[in-house]
């Protein structure tokens, strides 16, 4: 079965440090997301791309975050100068045209100190 | 703004059914989604309801009710695999993009 790939599997940082999260989504699928979960919490929408182009947005997707699709495979989630409270999985998934099935990467643990 | 609520745990027995329950209130629904998520692990697809009605998928079922803003994951011939948490998660549209929002997840223990 195709999948979503993430690298790297753990980024530690230190606070106010720039981290970019990588992501290679299924290469057929339309849209792109990224999800984030704080340990023990739910799984939180932060953005969604289609079209080479943000679509939607939530509360937590604010000035420091940004993404990019830089080459037609790729999409990063850039954040610009981390804070502890960033520290999460951060999920990377990608649908197809009907959309009715999601994949999930297998994630990045953010640690930030 | 959009309320998803299932209970945050339950428990089982092997080889017993189980079913997860899961309430919405949303503004420009246009399906739900059930995932499994085991504990550091991304979550896994388990089913999509569009339309009203059960869908079946071998051990696993999904019920979407529309009208009621209501959807049920069932479980049947529970295996000790089967304890993870359970995601409901709710599809929006917006700005020409489909937004699964993702509810608090049922935690589901199935023991010996």
């Known amino acids: 079965e195709p999948e979503v790939t993430q690298t790297p599997s753990h980024q530690v940082t230190q606070m106010g440090q720039e981290v970019i999260l990588r992501c290679v989504p299924i290469?057929?699928?339309?849209?792109f997301y990224w999800y984030r979960q704080i340990l023990g919490q739910k799984v939180e929408f932060l953005v969604s791309?289609?079209?080479?182009?943000?679509?939607?947005k939530s509360e937590i997707f604010d000035d420091q975050f940004s993404v990019e699709r830089p080459d037609g495979s790729n999409f990063t989630l850039k954040i610009r100068s981390t804070k502890l409270e960033d520290s999460a999985m951060y999920f990377c998934?990608?649908?197809?045209?009907?959309?009715?099935?999601?994949?999930f990467g297998s994630g990045t643990q953010l640690s930030v100190l | 703004g959009q309320n998803i609520d299932q209970p945050t745990e339950m428990t089982a027995t092997e080889g017993a059914i189980v079913q997860i329950n899961c309430t919405y209130q949303?503004?420009?629904?246009?399906?739900l989604f059930w995932y499994q998520q085991h504990a550091g692990e991304a979550p896994t697809f388990l089913s999509y309801?569009?339309?009203?009605g059960l869908e079946e998928k071998g051990r696993f079922s999904s019920f979407l009710s529309r009208s009621k803003g209501y959807s049920y994951l069932l479980l049947k011939e529970l295996q000790m695999k089967d304890s993870a948490s359970y995601l409901c998660?709710?599809?929006?549209?917006?700005?020409?993009?489909?937004?699964?929002?993702f509810g608090r997840g049922t935690s589901l223990i199935v023991h010996p």
């Open positions: 309801n569009v339309l009203d």
């Open positions: 949303t503004s420009g629904f246009n399906g």
């Open positions: 791309f289609y079209n080479n182009e943000i679509s939607e």
């Open positions: 290469s057929n699928h339309l849209y």
């Open positions: 998934a990608s649908g197809g045209r009907d959309n009715e099935k999601l994949f």
């Open positions: 998660a709710v599809e929006m549209v917006g700005g020409g993009s489909y937004i699964p929002t």
